[in-house]
């Protein structure tokens, strides 16, 4: 929501709806100028969202999205766009559970979207028509940069770019232990380790960045860097990498299974 303000989008023209009471207010509070109600209490609340709107967002947990595809069935109007952003459910699970021919795109977007920087991956569904699934990228380009892919590449994008903020969080966390290890003091490794991840990731998000060209200049031969990157190589650590990666995409596969 963050993103698609930001981006433009009137937050008069939003309507958000959460369970908890304190959750809507700080929403309201948050997101200047939106609708944003408390559904558990009066399930009618989502229906009443629903209705009208030309896009819905879907955000709940995997688990849930099936339910509530179901509670907001009758609301909408046949071109209206539905989003599901949860990880792990197929868009035949998301059409299945919605009146038939109802447009739908499965997203995958990652945290940066907050700040407009995310990922945001579209694959349309059987009835999105090339006009809809326009909308829905020209809406979510708001949050950062948008990438259609087929749906059989949803479980890979996740694992990369889905998962990725936190591998670059667990990479910060992991050079703060190494500077104290080294013997600086916790908080100042800590502050150096957070602003080395961000300003490198400030450096990689100029247009055209390359990350491997941007490596090799602050890599001078013979030099401190060169030596630090020859021990990850030695150690494995590309490989460490995908196999992260690929336990995180069997792990959604697996949880597509588990929702049916
Ligand atoms: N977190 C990520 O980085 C990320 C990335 C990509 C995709 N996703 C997907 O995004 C979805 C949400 O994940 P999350 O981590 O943001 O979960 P979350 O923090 O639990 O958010 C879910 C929200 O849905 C609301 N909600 C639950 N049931 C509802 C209902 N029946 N009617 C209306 N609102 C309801 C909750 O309200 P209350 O706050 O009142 O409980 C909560 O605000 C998941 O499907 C996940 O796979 C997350």
Redesign the pocket.
């Given at each position: 929501m963050g993103g698609l303000i930001a981006g433009g989008t009137d937050p008069a023209d939003i309507v958000a709806?959460?369970?908890?009471a304190e959750?809507a207010d700080q929403l309201a509070k948050r997101h200047h100028g939106i609708t944003a109600i408390?559904?558990?209490e009066e399930p009618e609340n989502?229906k009443q969202a629903a209705t009208g709107s030309g896009v819905v967002i879907l955000?709940?947990?995997?688990v849930?999205?099936a339910d509530?595809a179901r509670e907001i069935g009758d609301s909408l109007a046949r071109d209206t766009i539905v989003i599901s952003?949860?990880?792990a459910v197929s868009l035949e699970q998301l059409e299945a559970a919605l009146p038939a021919g109802q447009p739908v795109i499965r997203s995958?977007?990652?945290?940066p979207a907050q700040l407009g920087r995310g990922v945001i991956s579209v694959s349309p569904g059987t009835h999105c028509s090339p006009a809809q699934l326009q909308l829905a990228k020209d809406l979510l380009a708001s949050a950062g940069t948008v990438v259609e892919i087929p749906e059989d590449q949803v479980d890979a994008l996740s694992a990369i770019s889905?998962s990725g903020p936190a591998y670059a969080f667990y990479l910060a966390e992991a050079m703060a232990d190494a500077g104290v290890v080294l013997g600086l003091d916790r908080e100042l490794s800590l502050l150096i380790a957070r602003e080395t991840v961000a300003g490198a990731g400030l450096m990689l998000a100029e247009a055209g960045a390359d990350a491997a060209a941007l490596r090799k200049a602050v890599t001078s031969p013979n030099g401190t860097t060169e030596r630090a990157i020859a021990t990850f190589d030695a150690r494995g650590l590309p490989a460490i990498i995908a196999d992260g990666a690929r336990a995180a995409a069997e792990r959604a596969a697996e949880i597509t299974k588990q929702l049916g």
């Amino acid at each position: 929501m963050g993103g698609l303000i930001a981006g433009g989008t009137d937050p008069a023209d939003i309507v958000a709806t959460v369970r908890r009471a304190e959750r809507a207010d700080q929403l309201a509070k948050r997101h200047h100028g939106i609708t944003a109600i408390a559904g558990a209490e009066e399930p009618e609340n989502n229906k009443q969202a629903a209705t009208g709107s030309g896009v819905v967002i879907l955000g709940v947990k995997p688990v849930g999205i099936a339910d509530l595809a179901r509670e907001i069935g009758d609301s909408l109007a046949r071109d209206t766009i539905v989003i599901s952003v949860a990880a792990a459910v197929s868009l035949e699970q998301l059409e299945a559970a919605l009146p038939a021919g109802q447009p739908v795109i499965r997203s995958m977007p990652n945290t940066p979207a907050q700040l407009g920087r995310g990922v945001i991956s579209v694959s349309p569904g059987t009835h999105c028509s090339p006009a809809q699934l326009q909308l829905a990228k020209d809406l979510l380009a708001s949050a950062g940069t948008v990438v259609e892919i087929p749906e059989d590449q949803v479980d890979a994008l996740s694992a990369i770019s889905g998962s990725g903020p936190a591998y670059a969080f667990y990479l910060a966390e992991a050079m703060a232990d190494a500077g104290v290890v080294l013997g600086l003091d916790r908080e100042l490794s800590l502050l150096i380790a957070r602003e080395t991840v961000a300003g490198a990731g400030l450096m990689l998000a100029e247009a055209g960045a390359d990350a491997a060209a941007l490596r090799k200049a602050v890599t001078s031969p013979n030099g401190t860097t060169e030596r630090a990157i020859a021990t990850f190589d030695a150690r494995g650590l590309p490989a460490i990498i995908a196999d992260g990666a690929r336990a995180a995409a069997e792990r959604a596969a697996e949880i597509t299974k588990q929702l049916g």
